[in-house]
């Protein structure tokens, strides 16, 4: 059974703070890793993939992935009221097709 | 110009009846997607096409009926339906078919009582 864990949260910090968000995955065949943001009502936005080892930077979003711990982060920086989303990490399985395997989401809520 | 769309946004209807939702992609992508999110946000792969054939085929009920005209849309019917069906459906595409970003359409809210 392929799985991707998240804790649902909700995840707390203050405005300004660095919210720290974490994932982990039970396939190691799972070769990229993508987090999107969903607001209330809404759809799934992207916000980063990884696909190698280490850390990825784009603005105020870092994403880090540890492929022998099984395990993805997404680090905002200078978390703002409006980050306030459900992050959704997802693994791809399965390397002739775009299988994406969700986690169950993370709250964050930042409080200003 | 919306990237991804879906027809309609909301949809109420009663057990037992058949209804349909369509998406449409402008993004000149070759891959489509049908996922359903349940009531606790968990969000799960149904379909997949790549153009116009079917790649992905998770445990779905046979209810549930893709349908491909296009590589530009991507129809879900579904037949006889339960109150467990009652979720968002979204439908997403991909440029390929793998290790590709995928963007996600508007969802559509399905009801049934």
């Known amino acids: 059974q392929k799985e991707v864990e998240q804790n649902s949260g909700p995840l707390s910090v203050p405005e300004g703070a660095i919210a720290s968000l974490n994932c982990t995955y039970s396939d190691r065949g799972s070769q990229s890793f993508f987090w999107y943001r969903q607001y209330s009502g809404k759809s799934p936005e992207l916000i980063m993939f990884i696909y190698s080892n280490g850390d990825k930077e784009d603005g105020r979003f870092t994403a880090q992935l540890n492929k022998a711990s099984q395990y993805v982060s997404l680090l905002i920086r200078d978390s703002q009221p409006s980050d306030s989303a459900t992050y959704l990490c997802a693994g791809t399985y399965g390397g002739a097709t775009n299988k994406l395997i969700f986690g169950t989401g993370t709250l964050l809520a930042v409080q200003p | 110009d919306t990237a991804v769309s879906q027809t309609p946004k909301y949809l109420v209807t009663q057990m037992g009846n058949d209804k349909s939702i369509k998406c449409e992609q402008n993004l000149g992508h070759d891959t489509m997607y049908w996922y359903k999110q349940d009531s606790k946000k968990f969000l799960k792969i149904m379909f997949s096409y790549n153009n116009k054939e079917l790649i992905i085929n998770e445990t779905v009920p046979n209810r549930f009926s893709p349908k491909s005209p296009d590589k530009a849309h991507l129809n879900l019917h579904i037949n006889s339906l339960e109150l467990g069906d009652s979720a968002v459906y979204f439908c997403?595409?991909?440029?390929?078919?793998?290790?590709?970003?995928?963007?996600f359409g508007p969802g559509t809210r399905l009801l049934v009582l």
């Open positions: 997403a595409s991909s440029r390929r078919r793998d290790k590709e970003t995928q963007y």
